[in-house]
């Protein structure tokens, strides 16, 4: 059984920061590429930040120089350091996991960050 389970989640005051960690079980980590996706009320989710199998990463514009993802093979989790927290980035953050041999795609439930100003 698959399972994406998110921590690090919680308020901040803006300028803070907050780590988040997936971590994964059920899959062979290293085949997967992660992602932390986000959603605020109203809005659609949005990729956030992306680590291939092989570590490359990639972020939305509105979070470069702020975040930083990383992975950790041998305990299965990624890792999202958010750093300079604005009243914008406050979402509910998603991990995702996609296989690179069939394509298929696992969620985590998702933890809470909130940035007040």
């Known amino acids: 059984q698959v399972q994406l389970v998110e921590s690090g989640g919680g308020l901040v005051q803006a300028g803070g920061s907050l780590r988040l960690s997936c971590a994964a079980s059920?899959?062979?980590?290293?085949?997967?590429?992660m992602g932390w996706y986000r959603q605020a009320p109203g809005k659609q989710r949005e990729l956030v930040a992306h680590?291939?199998?092989?570590?490359?990463?990639d972020y939305v514009d509105s979070v470069k120089g702020r975040f930083t993802i990383s992975r950790d093979y041998a305990k299965n989790t990624v890792y999202l350091q958010m750093n300079s927290l604005k009243p914008e980035d406050t979402a509910v953050y998603y991990c995702?996991?996609?296989?690179?041999?069939?394509?298929?795609?696992?969620w985590g439930n998702g933890t809470l960050v909130t940035v007040s100003s």
């Open positions: 059920g899959i062979i980590f290293r085949f997967y590429n």
């Open positions: 995702n996991a996609e296989s690179t041999i069939t394509g298929r795609q696992f």
């Open positions: 680590i291939n199998s092989g570590g490359r990463t």
